[in-house]
């Protein structure tokens, strides 16, 4: 699954309803959290639900450089939110460290109308999860 995916059938489908569902199915589709990462350092503050995100570099073998990538994992225990991160995985998915700093996750939900449809809550929950990643980035790269 791409963002141009994700486009694409957000285009097809016409109420927010069904918008809802398909994010809640993206949420469902992704991999078990294991236990073990439900940690407080995993956890993300500001958002109403609980939300967790564990990252991992990856890269070439020997010495840490800007192309390496993130590996992310998280779930969250309310439906949407756990499609949002979902959608949030995706927009990161295969991007590098300096990419993923340079990437208007905000604004690319904003391109598919999710974020004036999302309550206020919600919104603040998306901004947490994007800083969360972002700031792991930020970390890795400058390590």
């Known amino acids: 699954?791409?963002?141009?995916?994700?486009?694409?059938?957000?285009?097809?489908?016409?109420?927010?309803?069904?918008?809802?569902?398909?994010?809640?199915?993206?949420?469902?589709?992704?991999?078990?959290?294991?236990?073990?990462?439900?940690t407080d350092a995993n956890k993300v503050r500001g958002c109403a639900s609980q939300v967790w995100l564990a990252t991992n570099r990856v890269g070439a073998a020997g010495e840490p450089s800007a192309g390496d990538k993130l590996e992310m994992q998280g779930m969250s225990d309310a439906h949407i939110v756990q499609g949002l991160i979902a959608l949030l995985f995706i927009i990161y998915r295969g991007k590098t460290l300096d990419e993923i700093l340079k990437t208007d996750a905000e604004g690319i939900f904003a391109s598919?109308?999710?974020?004036?449809?999302?309550?206020?809550?919600?919104?603040?929950?998306?901004?947490?999860?994007?800083?969360?990643?972002?700031?792991?980035?930020?970390?890795?790269?400058?390590?």
């Open 1 to 38: 699954m791409t963002l141009d995916d994700i486009r694409a059938d957000f285009a097809l489908l016409d109420d927010w309803e069904d918008r809802y569902r398909y994010v809640i199915e993206l949420g469902r589709a992704l991999p078990p959290f294991p236990d073990t990462l439900r």
């Open 112 to 143: 598919l109308g999710l974020k004036e449809h999302l309550t206020p809550q919600r919104s603040n929950g998306l901004a947490s999860m994007v800083k969360r990643i972002r700031s792991d980035a930020a970390e890795m790269l400058a390590a």
